[in-house]
Nanobody, 121 residues
Framework: QVQLVESGGGLVQAGGSLRLSCAAS????????MGWYRQAPGKQRELVATITSRGSTNYADSVKGRFTISRDNAKSTVYLQMNSLKPGDTAVYYCNADVTPWGWGLSVDYWGQGTQVTVSS
């Protein structure tokens, strides 16, 4: 069993910053890509940023230059530093990890429970 636990969401004014964290735990052999997605009310879940096990990153155009994804492989943790936040960034943010559990021959997609980020104008 693998769990992803997120933290760091909250309420912030426009222009402010927040840092999200997501720690993976459980019967983990290896973690491949990790990432953050978000879902605003009435909208589909969308990719925010991803990072490979070697540190290659990918960002949605809407967050480039404002958000930074990073990871600590020793801690099985991925971070999302969000700066210059806008009201349009308001959403539930979900952590995602492509994990190979111990004893498995293939990787499985896991999701966190989500953390609310609200940006006021």
């Amino acid at each position: 069993q693998v769990q992803l636990v997120e933290s760091g969401g909250g309420l912030v004014q426009a222009g402010g910053s927040l840092r999200l964290s997501c720690a993976a735990s459980g019967s983990i052999f290896s973690i491949n890509a990790m990432g953050w997605y978000r879902q605003a009310p009435g909208k589909q879940r969308e990719l925010v940023a991803t990072i490979t096990s070697r540190g290659s990153t990918n960002y949605a155009d809407s967050v480039k230059g404002r958000f930074t994804i990073s990871r600590d492989n020793a801690k099985s943790t991925v971070y999302l530093q969000m700066n210059s936040l806008k009201p349009g960034d308001t959403a539930v943010y979900y952590c995602n990890a492509d994990v190979t559990p111990w004893g498995w021959g293939l990787s499985v997609d896991y999701w966190g429970q989500g953390t609310q980020v609200t940006v006021s104008s």
